[in-house]
Every structure is written in C-alpha cells, then in structure tokens.
C-alpha cells in the first residue's frame, strides 16, 4: 500500500491553492516566489547544520490515509523527509502572503469575527435557556399522546424534569413567583386586623376565609420555590435539586415558612371572633422583603419605587395603629361615648350632608332671607332650618364599617404624624396607650423624613458631585506666572 505524499509536499500545496478558488495576480505570484525561495534556502542551510536524520515525531504519531481512503497506522508511512515539513511551513506563509496581497486576508479576518460574534451569540442564548429551563422544559416539546404507554412515560418524564429542576433566583420566573407571594402576604397584612369589625366579621367573614386559603396554597406552593433555588457557596452556584432542597433544610427561613403555615385557622370553629389566629401567616414577611429588593434592582425608575414602597409602608402602619385603636374603643363601649370622649364616638363622625338645589336660580328657593335680629338670634330657628333644608339637600349614607374604619384611620394619621388635635385621654390607660403611639410615631415620622431626605440626594448625586468639583477648582489658588 503506497502512502499519499505526507503534509506540506507540493502536491497538497497544489490543493489548497485549488482550494482558494481564485488567480493571484503575476506581481503578487512573483513576489510569493521570491519569499518562497529565500526561505527554502535558509531552512536548507539550517538543515545542514543540524543534520539530515531528524524525523517529525508529530508526523509519527498521526495517522496517514492512503489513496484509496483506507487509514493506516501510525508509522507504516513515516515522514522521513525532513525537507517536506520545511517546505509545507515555507507553502504556508507564501499563502498568507499572497491573501495579504490579493485581500484575502481581509476576508478571513472578517470570517473570523462572525465566527466570535456566533459563538458568544450562542453563549447568550443557552444562558436564557437555562434562566428559563422550568418552563421549557414542559411548553416547548410536543405534548404528549396520553392514549399510549409511550406517551404517558414522556408525560411521567417531563413531570420529573419539571419537578427536580433548580431554579434561578435571579431569572423572572422567580421574580414574578416573588410578587404573588408578596400579594398573598399584603392580602393577610390588610384583612386580619378588619377581623376587628363586627360589620366586617357578619358581612365579609366567608370571603375572607376563601382569600386567605388562596393565600394559604400560595405558600404551600412557596416552599417548593424555595426548595429549588439556587444558591451561591464560596462563589460556586450549585443547581442540584438535592443541595438546594439540603440548604433549604438547614436554613432559618423553612421554620417561618412552616410556622406560617399551620392550620389555625381551625381555632375560628371555636372562636368565630378570633381573626387574629391567623397572625401566624404574616411570617411570610421575609419574601416581601426579597421582592423589593429585586424590584428597586430591575426597575428603570428606583426612586419611584422608593416613594411608592414608603407609601404602602406608611398606610399598612396607620391601618392596624387604627384597627387597634378600635379595638380599644371596643373596650370603652364606644356606643355610649359623645364627641368629648377620647375613644372612638359616632357624633365625631356623621354622614357628608350637601345641597341638592342652586342659590344662584331664584327658581329653586334655595337660600333664607333673614333680617339681622333672625341672623343674631340664628341658634333658636335650627328647627325652622332643619324642615326648611329637609328636602333641599341630599346625605351620602356610608355604612357603618366604613364610618368606623375612616374615623379610626384618620385618628391614627393624626397620631403617628405627631400632628394630635385629637381630645385628650380621660384615664390611665388611655393615656399610656396615646404617650406610646406618640413616640412610635416619633420613630415612623423621623424614618419618613430620613428616607425621602435619602432619596432626593440620591437624585441630585450628579449635579452635587460637579458642584463639589466646581467649587473644587474655584479655590484652586491662581499663582503669578512671574513669581
């Protein structure tokens, strides 16, 4: 079996010249020639120097092919012309040259640009596959044929994959997970004080057990997230279901998760008045937090959603300050209580009464013509006032929870914004409970005013930092160039 001229012989230097597909111009060839020469001589003079029995290990150790596409092993067909290896080096860089000379390496270089541009496009790519595997793994396959056994096994298969796969805190499937955790928690945050209402318990009480067990199969689902979730260790991010599931496991957080899930709410068989036996689902506070930390990170307008989350903070602090404000007012049987009182009272609170009728239009007999003895003595005709205006104006008849709940929110504004104009307590206990609020209030007032102070710098930091270094070089020192 005769081998084919090895690697670097002119008849492989004939072949990629046919391989490049096009006629080099006679001054580029010329010149190639000239290279050509000169570096033929001198890998020959160097060749004399060092000996003519060197062999090309690397040669040896490749397979040759032979003419009939038949591989042969390694040394059947040794490269002991040392010369043709010299000579494929020198055919080598007589190609480059004559690519510079013709473009061709404009071309190349090109060609390998896309080449790079490819190769990171794909990186990219199989980083969104993996940020968004859970769901690939299911939607983008054909669905299964639950009519064979083939199918029902790839079904069985893609419910494993969806199952045992980690998931990426950082991708949006677990960020938009995050907010429905978060809004089943705002849920429990408002509707567990209204327990206090008796017009909320007869009214709304099969409502608010339905939206709570909603909120309940949330955080069942919950602990699977968080059983899955990537974490970083020594800077390594481990996938595995396993160590997600053992990390998960030994971590504080699984006691909050699954203390907020226990069922009191069978405490409400008992004790129907007893909303506050769900306090135990407010735990759940953690993944509150977690969300708005990646919102205010995601978001294009970061000092937006600082107002805005200062806003929901504010208004979930005067609502249960207000509610228990109530629930004290429970305790003085606030239905015996007048407009004096420091409890809450329904004479501090009426229904908004308005003007049905225009006093423009003399028409519609809106307005009382009084002389000055009526208008001094106005005290003694409110019953003449009384049946003047009965059909003349109409009354917004809120209910009674909406009255309660309005007085007791707007009492608690008042408090925790340390603006009081409220009347004063009558006892002991009255007063501690107004001096705690008070203070409580101090601290909420002073996080406000420290937190929108921390906003507005940090929305002017640009225009600070360049008057800091205008002010800067104005005091440079300005020296004499004589001196």
């Excluded at 290896?85 to 510079?100: D, M």
């Excluded at 205006?389 to 929870?401: D, H, M, S, V």
């Amino acid at each position: 079996m005769s081998c084919q001229h090895a690697k670097g012989t002119p008849g492989r230097a004939k072949t990629v010249e046919q391989d490049i597909g096009y006629q080099v111009p006679h001054f580029g060839l010329s010149f190639c020639y000239v290279v050509v020469g000169g570096m033929a001589v001198a890998a020959s003079s160097k060749a004399s120097t060092s000996g003519n029995n060197e062999v090309d290990v690397e040669a040896e150790k490749k397979t040759s092919t032979s003419d009939d596409g038949k591989v042969s092993e390694p040394g059947l067909c040794p490269s002991n012309d040392s010369a043709g290896s010299r000579f494929a080096a020198v055919v080598r860089v007589a190609v480059k040259v004559k690519h510079w000379l013709t473009g061709r390496a404009d071309v190349d270089n090109h060609r390998e640009r896309l080449k790079t541009d490819f190769i990171m496009l794909g990186f990219f790519n199989a980083m969104y596959t993996a940020n968004n595997g859970l769901l690939s793994a299911v939607s983008t396959e054909v669905p299964p044929d639950l009519t064979t056994r083939e199918g029902i096994q790839k079904l069985l298969k893609q419910l494993k994959t969806a199952f045992t796969s980690s998931i990426d805190d950082t991708a949006s499937t677990f960020y938009y997970w995050s907010l429905i955790v978060t809004l089943a928690c705002f849920y429990n945050f408002l509707s567990i004080p209204l327990t206090i209402y008796a017009e909320f318990q007869s009214h709304y009480f099969v409502q608010w057990l339905i939206g709570g067990w909603f909120a309940d199969v949330v955080n069942i689902v919950d602990l699977w997230f968080q059983a899955r979730r990537e974490f970083l260790d020594d800077g390594v991010r481990h996938t595995h279901w396993k160590k997600t599931l053992k990390h998960y496991t030994k971590s504080f957080i699984i006691y909050l998760d699954l203390i907020a899930l226990l069922p009191t709410d069978l405490m409400l068989l008992i004790y129907p008045l007893w909303g506050f036996c769900r306090l135990n689902r407010l735990l759940k506070i953690h993944r509150v937090s977690d969300f708005l930390e990646r919102t205010e990170i995601r978001t294009n307008f970061p000092n937006m959603f600082r107002l805005f989350r200062l806003i929901c903070i504010c208004f979930v602090i005067f609502h249960w300050n207000g509610c228990f404000y109530f629930l004290v007012s429970i305790a003085y049987k606030y239905e015996n209580l007048n407009v004096d009182d420091w409890a809450f009272s329904f004479d501090k609170i009426f229904n908004a009464i308005y003007p049905d009728c225009d006093a423009r239009f003399v028409s519609q007999n809106c307005s009382v013509i009084e002389t000055f003895e009526e208008w001094a003595n106005r005290e003694d005709r409110l019953l003449y006032f009384d049946a003047f205006f009965a059909n003349r104006t109409k009354t917004t008849n809120a209910t009674t929870l909406v009255r309660k709940y309005m007085l007791s929110f707007y009492w608690s504004a008042l408090t925790l914004t340390t603006l009081g104009e409220q009347p004063w307590p009558n006892d002991s206990f009255e007063t501690l409970y107004e001096t705690v609020d008070t203070l409580f209030g101090l601290i909420i007032f002073a996080v406000i005013v420290g937190d929108v102070g921390a906003m507005v710098t940090a929305m002017n930091l640009t225009r600070t930092n360049f008057e800091e270094r205008l002010d800067g070089s104005k005091s440079t020192p300005n020296f004499d160039e004589r001196s």
